[in-house]
């Protein structure tokens, strides 16, 4: 077999490594695996699940096994006329300046694009995207460096746009709608007055990869809702090392921006996929946007002292669904958990093992707790809770010191997963909506964008909340994201904030790099300008753990620029 027939089946497991894998099992079995390096160290190996112990957080390790991610949008009835214009794009768009983001590439990480659709062409009928990677496509090739999927590049795109079947010579289309939407926001094209949108950059290039779905056995192991969209975090990673190459290859700038987010995580930007987009975001001429989640009103989150007891609603019988709880410093947590009709597990720390199960009896759940006392990346305490067939009812987890003599206070925070992901309603009866920013968000470096509402000037309050749980400053930026004019109907989200401001970026991009004003930049530099020209209301004390540093206004950096 392959390694590109190992990374698709799902008979073969996923993880994230900074190693290749011994060639040697237990009992001198040769292991059936591949490895592929994406960057910076890190690659991904895929080895056959028959002949190794099942998925187990406290067994492989957290950071290893990927995460999951989803999509960060709604689509509510009513319409926005111009929120682009509360963000100073169009009169930057506009003389002198006059920057549409022509020369930088937008990279989008997502669903995939409808390419025949006007507003990803050039006035000639040619198109602006200049590749499409399609993960989920395996009959052609894929790009150089990477081992599945089919790559289109501009020159078949526009083969396939005079044809009179365009998707029978690329094949690739966006089923869902949502990276359609993402790029439209962005860097939709003025080509008619009749449009009743534009983007940010109409004239930038546009990148494109259209994820693959994850695997049926991470999604099993998450208990994600059948009819949820999911996505690998390895895919993520390979898809970000794909855009991000292109800087090079083209010498050109380029602004990646992900709709995506996941509730699984430390929630401090020391995930796999955080740390590798703060790598990126390092390196000059890129710039990543990344959505904060809209997990603001959701009651997914949990902020307590020990000993506390903490209780969960489940509204009525499904599948399943698992929760994280991680600790701090210096402190080690144990837990109880209470059923609806009052059955008691026993106390479960770090010495109980790598993982246990409860079944209750009457409830007719099982309950797997697993527990890793010391976190690779993190370096904290974690305690992943899996409920298999939930009883409808309150349930309660009772968290102590799993040291009876430890003195010191343990504060802590519990999520549940992000909505999208659960096929029934859970909330905790007492949640904390911030701290609700999803992953990859909380990453140090790439520029994290919130929602709100730009015609009533308000906060959108399903948008998630920083900060960090280490209280780094975040979200950055807030953005405005609903009822914004997009190409399939107007869209609401923080994906569509996040579209909105990297079309933002590049135009920055544009100015700094292309025009040569500032050619040595990258996200973090860039960051560092949009949050100086940033609008902020006095009322509001920033940073905000909603606003952030204001909200976003690219006419505002240039004008602070111009007064330096």
């Not at 083969?159 to 289309?173: C, G, I, N, Q, R």
Request: with cysteine; net charge negative; hydrophobic share 40%.
């Amino acid at each position: 077999m392959t390694c590109k027939e190992r990374i698709l089946s799902n008979e073969y497991a996923d993880f994230i490594t900074d190693y290749i894998n011994g060639t040697q099992i237990e009992g001198g079995e040769p292991l059936d695996f591949c490895y592929h390096a994406i960057d910076s160290g890190i690659g991904i190996s895929s080895v056959r699940r028959s002949q190794i112990p099942p998925m187990s957080i406290a067994y492989y390790g957290y950071s290893t096994i990927p995460c999951l991610y989803g999509l960060m949008q709604f689509n509510p009835m009513g319409f926005n006329p111009e929120p682009l214009a509360s963000t100073g794009s169009i009169r930057v768009q506009n003389p002198p300046l006059s920057l549409k983001g022509k020369g930088v590439i937008l990279g989008f990480v997502d669903t995939g694009i409808r390419y025949q659709m006007d507003v990803f062409r050039n006035q000639d009928g040619s198109s602006r995207i200049m590749s499409i990677w399609d993960q989920t496509i395996q009959t052609g090739e894929p790009p150089e460096g990477f081992l599945y999927g089919t790559e289109y590049t501009r020159a078949q795109i526009n083969e396939a746009l005079a044809a009179e079947d365009p998707l029978s010579v690329v094949p690739s289309t966006d089923t869902n709608g949502h990276g359609t939407q993402m790029a439209s926001v962005a860097a939709g094209s003025i080509l008619n007055d009749g449009l009743v949108f534009r983007g940010a950059a109409p004239e930038a290039d546009i990148a494109v990869v259209k994820l693959k779905g994850a695997k049926q056995y991470l999604r099993d192991y998450y208990l994600v809702a059948d009819e949820a969209e999911a996505y690998q975090e390895n895919d993520i990673m390979e898809a970000v090392s794909y855009l991000q190459r292109m800087a090079i290859a083209f010498s050109r700038p380029v602004v990646i921006v992900l709709g995506l987010g996941t509730n699984l995580g430390s929630h401090d930007g020391t995930s796999p996929l955080a740390s590798y987009l703060d790598y990126v975001a390092r390196r000059r001429s890129r710039a990543i946007v990344v959505c904060g989640g809209n997990e603001g009103a959701t009651a997914h989150h949990y902020a307590g002292v020990i000993p506390d007891s903490v209780e969960i609603r489940v509204a009525e019988r499904m599948k399943g669904f698992c929760m994280e709880l991680w600790g701090s410093l210096p402190n080690s947590y144990a837990v109880t958990i209470r059923s609806p009709g009052g059955e008691v597990s026993s106390e479960f720390d770090f010495r109980s093992g790598m993982d246990q199960q409860v079944s209750f009896i009457f409830e007719q759940t099982r309950v797997t707790v697993s527990i890793v006392l010391v976190d690779e990346k993190a370096g904290e305490e974690l305690i992943f809770l899996r409920f298999d067939n939930p009883t409808q009812g309150i349930w309660t987890v009772q968290v102590n010191p799993a040291d009876r003599r430890q003195l010191v206070t343990g504060t802590y925070h519990i999520w549940l997963p992000i909505e999208e992901f659960l096929e029934k309603s859970v909330t905790f009866l007492a949640p904390d909506p911030n701290v609700t920013l999803t992953e990859p968000a909380n990453a140090e470096h790439v520029i994290t964008i919130s929602a709100y509402n730009s015609d009533k000037d308000s906060w959108y309050p399903e948008s998630s909340r920083g900060y960090t749980r280490d209280m780094n400053i975040k979200p950055d930026l807030a953005a405005p994201g609903v009822r914004v004019p997009a190409a399939l109907g107007e869209a609401t989200g923080s994906s569509i904030a996040a579209a909105m401001a990297a079309g933002c970026v590049a135009q920055f991009m544009e100015w700094a790099v292309v025009d040569g004003n500032a050619p040595v930049l990258e996200s973090r530099t860039i960051r560092s300008y949009l949050i100086r020209g940033a609008d902020r209301d006095e009322s509001i004390s920033y940073p905000d753990r909603r606003w952030g540093f204001g909200t976003i206004n690219i006419n505002g950096t240039f004008e602070t620029l111009a007064r330096l």
